[in-house]
């Protein structure tokens, strides 16, 4: 009689610790229901690219490539749309070279299948001292930085183009070293800040 | 009976599941959209998100005052929730450069899509979208209540959950103290506590959050009807680490920052019901931050 009282109210103690469970579960259900927004997710990357200037020339020529699938494939996501906001230049090292060297060029993109480069920005006399802070090529703070009318607007086609191209930049132009006739070399670096809004 | 049990048990897993299911999901896309903000514009991403949580986190801990000295053994089910409004859904953030450095109205984490601003050659800098889509934000915790010895109570709050997959680990540890003081004023109209209590909250490496109130109460029976009230001061902090992604400064990419939720001093008032075993209150929290709590418990 006393061991089926006592399995009894085992019984009953289980029921309730069950129901208080059960009563929190369906609480917590009850807050999780739809409570996610069918929002795109902003995710942001940085395209670099180091160019290695090492030249006794005057002129320096170099290209580098960025596959822009293969940075959506590494995302792991449903990728809606790409764009880019930022688009920047700084010498990220200038080794032996003094830093009063001017460089002038000029930043120029094309799609890899095409045989034609379309120019961004020129940039005229600026030391290395001064590309030392990383630049925008959309800030007036630096004179000297001139954006090339239509290219940007060509490089926003590229980024909205399905599937997503392989991209060439290229940068060409002068070295000025004051007189000195010593070889140059030197880091120049491009970014470019691009979001992808991916359906999570 | 055994039909019973093996019912009781499917719906148990069956609502975990799905639970599971939904908070995995949400746990990605949350700490996703967290790590694309740098440390500027997080906070103003996730304040609303702290003052709900925090104001959440700090209701809920009692309903008496009345503590005498006998076995009380309670295992309670909590859940609060606090308004959700447009106030919620919008704060102000600084554009990144190049673009203009003014101000704009963007959505908070409870918000819907994320301002888009225009620079120069048409260039645009979208900001993050919300997250949540909540009229309310809701919490519920389990807590187990054990006194009273010398007109004292503890409160433990737990909740655990080992990562899986994408699922970062879950972890909530809370603890209280609440003590009768009606002994020290021998006659009076109510009864009256004071209680303390501490919680830490963990999402995966990326947020921790503590909770500290101190309240007042004061609580009177009507037979088996309680009505009870207090003051609480209370301060919660969220720290927030993680590396900043798609950003090219590698050594400011981290982002490491403590910011505090905005409510500090609530005033509460509630009803309980004391059926035997089952424990049934509910209470309204007026604050900077208004939280709704209710709880069932079971017990002694």
Same mark, same amino acid.
């Given at each position: 009689?006393?061991?089926?009282?006592?399995?009894?109210r085992?019984y009953?103690?289980?029921i309730?610790?069950?129901?208080?469970?059960?009563?929190?579960l369906?609480?917590?259900?009850?807050?999780?229901?739809?409570?996610?927004?069918?929002?795109?997710?902003?995710?942001?990357?940085?395209?670099?690219?180091?160019?290695?200037?090492?030249t /006794? /020339?005057?002129?320096?020529?170099?290209t580098?490539?960025?596959?822009?699938?293969?940075?959506?494939?590494?995302?792991?996501?449903?990728?809606?749309?790409?764009?880019?906001?930022? @688009?920047?230049?700084?010498?990220?090292?200038?080794?032996?070279?003094?830093?009063?060297?001017?460089?002038?060029?000029?930043?120029?993109?094309?799609q890899?299948?095409?045989?034609?480069?379309?120019?961004?920005v020129?940039?005229?006399?600026i030391?290395?001292?001064?590309?030392?802070?990383e630049?925008?090529?959309f800030?007036?703070?630096?004179?000297?930085?001139s954006?090339?009318?239509?290219?940007?607007?060509?490089?926003?086609?590229?980024?909205?183009q399905?599937?997503?191209?392989?991209?060439?930049f290229?940068?060409?132009?002068?070295?000025?070293?004051n007189?000195?006739?010593?070889?140059t070399?030197f880091?120049f670096?491009?970014?470019?800040?691009s979001?992808f809004?991916?359906?999570? | 009976?055994?039909?019973?049990?093996?019912?009781?048990?499917?719906?148990?897993?069956?609502?975990?599941?799905?639970?599971?299911? $939904?908070?995995?999901?949400?746990?990605?896309?949350?700490?996703d959209?967290?790590?694309?903000?740098?440390?500027?514009?997080?906070?103003g991403?996730?304040q609303?998100?702290?003052?709900?949580?925090?104001?959440?986190?700090?209701?809920g801990?009692a *309903?008496?005052?009345?503590?005498?000295?006998?076995l009380?053994?309670? +295992?309670?089910?909590? *859940?609060?929730?606090?308004?959700?409004?447009?106030?919620?859904?919008?704060?102000?953030?600084?554009?990144?450069?190049?673009?203009?450095?003014?101000?704009?109205?963007?959505?908070?984490?409870?918000?819907?899509?994320?301002a888009?601003v225009?620079?120069?050659?048409?260039?645009?800098?979208?900001?993050?979208? !919300?997250?949540?889509?909540?009229?309310?934000?809701?919490?519920?915790?389990?807590?187990l209540?054990?006194?009273?010895?010398?007109?004292?109570?503890?409160?433990?709050?737990? @909740? !655990?959950?080992?990562?899986? /997959?994408?699922?970062?680990?879950?972890?909530? +540890?809370?603890?209280?103290?609440?003590?009768?003081?009606?002994?020290? @004023? !021998?006659?009076?109209?109510?009864?009256?506590?004071?209680?303390?209590?501490?919680?830490? @909250?963990?999402?995966?490496?990326?947020?921790?959050?503590?909770?500290f109130?101190?309240a007042?109460?004061?609580?009177?029976?009507?037979?088996?009807? $309680?009505i009870y009230?207090?003051?609480?001061?209370?301060?919660?902090?969220?720290d927030l680490?993680?590396?900043?992604?798609?950003?090219?400064?590698?050594?400011?990419?981290?982002?490491?920052?403590?910011?505090?939720?905005?409510?500090?001093?609530?005033?509460?008032?509630?009803?309980?019901?004391?059926?035997?075993?089952?424990?049934i209150r509910?209470?309204?929290?007026?604050?900077?931050v208004?939280?709704?709590?209710a709880?069932?418990?079971?017990?002694?």
């Amino acid at each position: 009689m006393r061991r089926a009282m006592k399995k009894n109210r085992a019984y009953n103690i289980g029921i309730l610790i069950n129901t208080t469970l059960l009563f929190f579960l369906v609480v917590v259900m009850f807050a999780c229901e739809d409570m996610i927004r069918d929002n795109f997710l902003i995710l942001e990357e940085v395209a670099e690219f180091e160019y290695t200037i090492d030249t /006794d /020339d005057v002129n320096y020529n170099e290209t580098e490539s960025v596959n822009l699938q293969s940075i959506i494939n590494d995302l792991d996501s449903d990728v809606e749309d790409i764009s880019f906001y930022n @688009f920047t230049l700084q010498v990220t090292n200038t080794y032996e070279t003094p830093l009063n060297t001017e460089i002038s060029g000029t930043i120029r993109v094309k799609q890899s299948s095409d045989s034609q480069y379309e120019p961004i920005v020129n940039f005229t006399n600026i030391t290395l001292e001064e590309f030392q802070t990383e630049r925008s090529i959309f800030s007036d703070e630096l004179t000297g930085i001139s954006l090339v009318s239509g290219g940007v607007a060509y490089l926003i086609d590229l980024y909205d183009q399905q599937p997503a191209p392989t991209l060439d930049f290229n940068v060409r132009g002068t070295i000025d070293r004051n007189g000195e006739g010593q070889n140059t070399t030197f880091d120049f670096t491009v970014r470019v800040y691009s979001q992808f809004e991916t359906d999570p | 009976m055994k039909i019973s049990n093996r019912l009781s048990l499917s719906t148990l897993i069956c609502i975990l599941v799905v639970c599971m299911s $939904t908070s995995a999901n949400a746990q990605n896309q949350f700490e996703d959209a967290i790590e694309q903000f740098e440390s500027e514009s997080v906070t103003g991403y996730l304040q609303p998100f702290l003052n709900g949580f925090g104001a959440n986190l700090n209701s809920g801990f009692a *309903g008496t005052a009345k503590l005498e000295n006998e076995l009380v053994i309670r +295992l309670e089910a909590v *859940g609060m929730a606090t308004l959700i409004g447009g106030a919620e859904e919008t704060f102000k953030a600084i554009p990144p450069a190049p673009f203009n450095q003014q101000k704009v109205e963007t959505a908070t984490i409870f918000g819907d899509q994320g301002a888009t601003v225009t620079g120069a050659e048409g260039i645009q800098y979208k900001y993050q979208n !919300g997250v949540f889509d909540l009229d309310y934000f809701p919490l519920a915790v389990p807590q187990l209540t054990i006194g009273n010895y010398y007109h004292t109570q503890v409160k433990l709050r737990y @909740f !655990g959950y080992t990562g899986q /997959d994408d699922v970062p680990d879950i972890q909530l +540890l809370g603890f209280g103290i609440q003590h009768g003081l009606t002994q020290y @004023f !021998g006659q009076l109209p109510l009864d009256l506590s004071v209680a303390l209590f501490y919680q830490q @909250f963990k999402i995966g490496d990326i947020i921790e959050s503590d909770a500290f109130a101190i309240a007042g109460m004061g609580s009177k029976e009507f037979g088996i009807l $309680t009505i009870y009230g207090g003051v609480q001061y209370e301060k919660t902090q969220m720290d927030l680490n993680y590396t900043r992604s798609g950003s090219s400064d590698i050594e400011n990419s981290q982002v490491d920052l403590t910011f505090d939720a905005e409510n500090s001093i609530r005033g509460y008032a509630g009803l309980g019901l004391d059926l035997s075993i089952v424990h049934i209150r509910t209470d309204i929290n007026i604050g900077n931050v208004s939280v709704l709590s209710a709880s069932i418990g079971f017990g002694i």
